[in-house]
């Protein structure tokens, strides 16, 4: 857990994807987002919230997931929060907030979020900036990246992404990312550049690209169960 004079952040996880979910919520007023929700764990994060008195004012998804379906619909329905996605997004969500790329959002006096528009590993992706924190998503892992092959991907787009986008910010940004298979919780931008071995400043985008197009990866196992119910924001059908 994270805990700053201002806000705090919860680092949780889902074991079945290896997917981070985060609670980042303002110290004094207790308004709350929480960013990349999993249904497996709903009860837990609403638990979280109820026992910290949180108020939730938001349910962000930095892409449309495949490996997992989304709880921001039931969180939303459950605590009236907005859910908040990429403008690229195709969804049919109802009264889901398509984000524009450095858009600002305020949430308290003390937490506001800017989104940053990252296509790459899908057309829709996007980081999630606050203060110096950077919930990169699929965008950017601990030295690595998310995968290109699906999803209106693209190796060009990812590169571009990273290297534009969330390079170019302080060394010391400390990387929440949405994944992490080693048991790995954070990096940093600095971190990155130097030791990311896909995405290192070191590295060309020949050699990006020939690192992404070689690494054979396998179908993902829930792609054709998640992505539908992603596109209603989780909302399933019983």
Known sequence: MVFSKDISIRQLF??????????????????????????????????????????????????????????????????????????????????????????SVKVSDKLSFKFIETPGHTNCSGCVLIDEYLFTGDTLLIRGCGRTDFQEGSNKSLFDSVRDKLFILPDETIVFPAHNYKGEMTSTIGEEKKHNPRLKLTNSFSDFEEIMNNLNLSYPAKIDIALPANRKCGKVSH
């Open 14 to 103: 889902e074991k079945e994807s290896s997917t981070y979910t985060y609670i980042v919520y303002d110290n004094k007023s207790l308004d709350a987002i929480i960013i990349d929700p999993v249904k497996e764990t709903l009860e837990r994060d609403l638990r979280i919230i109820q026992e910290l008195d949180l108020k939730l004012h938001w349910c962000v998804d930095t892409h449309l997931h495949a490996d997992h379906i989304t709880s921001s619909h039931s969180l939303s329905e459950e605590l009236g929060a907005k859910i908040g996605l990429s403008n690229k997004a195709v969804v049919d969500c109802g009264d889901s907030v398509p984000l524009a790329h450095n858009e």
